[in-house]
């Protein structure tokens, strides 16, 4: 388990809290209210912590892969402005 919580994949707040009912318990995003994992004995919550982070890191790759979109649409329009132009 990472001892540091990664900020909210959604809004990339880090007011991440853990918040504990009666019974269970969720990470949640203070700002955009997103809810992380389950949070119930002590493992399942370093689990939902590790859960958390993981999708955290998933956020990440999108982010790369709509850079790398973005970049293929560029360059498809580059590719129409010149053909009408030649
Ligand atoms: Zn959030």
Redo the contacts with the bound molecule.
Sequence with gaps: MSSKIKP?P??G?TRIIAQQYIEDGRLK?E??K?EGPYLGTESEMAEAFDAWNRRAKVLDMRIVAVIVMLGGIVLALTGIIITLRG
């Design positions: 909210c959604f809004c707040s995003c700002n955009c997103a």
